[in-house]
């Protein structure tokens, strides 16, 4: 023989990018436990990774029977076993819908978790999860029996009925490039409104734009099967290609997509100057002063606008008045991590004005205040 042409190239590529999705999924899972943080988005990665573990397997051994990468004219005549290509062919892409399907699901409830104030985004992100949902059991079921027997998927001698695989891969990849276009739109749109540093802005957007390597990746698969199904009858492919790896690369990208905050804490500890600078102020509320009542003595003089945390503690007034807005462990979850440390903060500066009604030396009034309330991002 006179090499193995690109089949180094295509091990490389199939086990490179699963031990840096493996390496950063460890990460991620590692700081979630020691914060006791773990979610279900974090236990859908989990799985996702575990199928990808076997997914590596399995391309790297489809990889080794079928001679990828080899130039047809140095490949050992009746080397290759088609019944044992066909067989890992088809026990691969059992495993591959699942994964993408799974990192979407995760990267929408991890949205959800943001508490975006805008409907749209909700209804939006709760339909994603639908048809990734739906498009796992769907694409799965009828992969696994396009064949009666379904033997006869990679058998050919047994007798039997396939489908016409044309319709089920080119609707699999188009379901798939519709789905990372939506996930990447999503985010960008919810903090369209948000005014940061441009170091911040590039920072958030990068990592917020990962999914669209998935998705080129996803086209330029596409391509390829157009040109391999359109083949004449009786011309095989030609195995000088790194077709069969891709299928992984796409799958780690996916990963490494939904775990682009995991990314940027790995990478701020080993570059600190990825870390981001701090955002400013993008809009002022305004707290009006009410007389308090008989029928609302808890007023104490202050009426609340907006669902964000405030406290004022008056001196001269002898009380303190709290508006406090509901939180729960979501919104500290891990995944907002994009956010802190000089990410995407919204500090909200709250103009008010206190009227101490009440008081035994008649009527105080005090203006201009300015208060700082928490973080609530």
């Not at 023989?1 to 999924?25: D, E, H, K, R, Y």
């Not at 998705?215 to 390829?224: D, F, P």
């Not at 500290?332 to 909200?348: H, M, N, P």
Request: a positive charge.
């Amino acid at each position: 023989m006179a090499g193995t042409g690109l089949q180094p190239l295509n091990f490389f590529l199939i086990l490179f990018p699963f031990i840096i999705s493996a390496a950063v999924v460890s990460v991620r899972v590692w700081r979630r436990a020691l914060s006791h943080q773990l979610a279900i988005e974090d236990w859908l990665i989990i799985i996702a990774e575990v199928l990808l573990a076997a997914l590596t397997a399995g391309v790297w051994k489809i990889v080794l029977v079928s001679y990828s990468g080899y130039h047809a004219a140095d490949i050992p005549k009746g080397a290759v076993n088609l019944t044992e290509v066909l067989l890992w062919r088809w026990i691969n892409n059992v495993m591959y819908n699942p994964i993408l399907g799974l990192v979407k699901i995760s990267f929408c409830i991890t949205l959800l978790k943001l508490r975006s104030p805008k409907v749209w985004a909700k209804v939006s992100l709760w339909f994603l999860i639908a048809v990734n949902s739906g498009f796992i059991i769907a694409a799965t079921v009828a992969h696994i029996f396009s064949c009666t027997p379904i033997q006869k998927a990679w058998d050919k001698q047994v007798p039997g009925t396939c489908v016409d695989r044309k319709p089920y891969i080119y609707g699999v990849i188009s379901v798939t490039i519709a789905t990372d276009v939506l996930v990447t739109i999503i985010p960008a749109a919810l903090l369209h409104d948000l005014q940061m540093s441009r170091r911040s802005k590039i920072s958030v957007i990068v990592f917020l734009s990962l999914p669209l390597a998935v998705t080129a990746i996803a086209i330029y698969r596409l391509q390829n099967f157009v040109v391999v199904l359109n083949l004449p009858p009786g011309k095989p492919e030609d195995p000088y290609n790194v077709r069969n790896s891709l299928s992984n690369i796409e799958s780690n990208l996916g990963v490494l997509a939904a775990c682009g905050p995991t990314i940027k804490w790995i990478l701020e500890r080993i570059f600190p100057c990825v870390a981001s600078g701090s955002t400013r102020p993008t809009k002022q509320y305004n707290y009006t002063p009410s007389k308090p009542s008989r029928m609302n003595p808890s007023n104490q003089g202050y009426q609340k606008s907006m669902d964000v945390e405030l406290t004022v503690t008056g001196k001269d007034y002898g009380h303190s008045t709290s508006f406090i807005r509901a939180t729960d462990e979501d919104a500290r979850s891990d995944e907002q991590a994009i956010t802190k440390g000089g990410g995407v903060q919204k500090t909200v500066t709250v103009e008010w004005n206190v009227d101490a009604v009440g008081d035994k030396g008649g009527d105080r009034n005090t203006t201009g205040k300015t208060a700082e309330p928490h973080n609530y991002v």
